[in-house]
């Protein structure tokens, strides 16, 4: 067994459930269902710190509206 440094990790091809690498800053989503909305709003959190990003979560007409906000 050899040891390497230097290798770069490959870029993740799964497939994303949340668009939420893709958002700019103001962007939002609706989640109507209400199962999809806890999945959603802890996606987007956990999105958010591993990536650096900042998102933000409203209720609004029967669902969840999350924003980009930064």
Known sequence: MKIENDVPMPISTRARKYPFLEMN????????????????????MSTGTRHGMKFTARRENGGLRIWRTE
Request: charged letters at 35%; hydrophobic letters at 35%.
């Open 25 to 44: 800053f103001g962007d939002s989503i609706h989640f109507e269902e209400e199962k999809v909305n806890g999945r959603a709003y802890r996606a987007a």
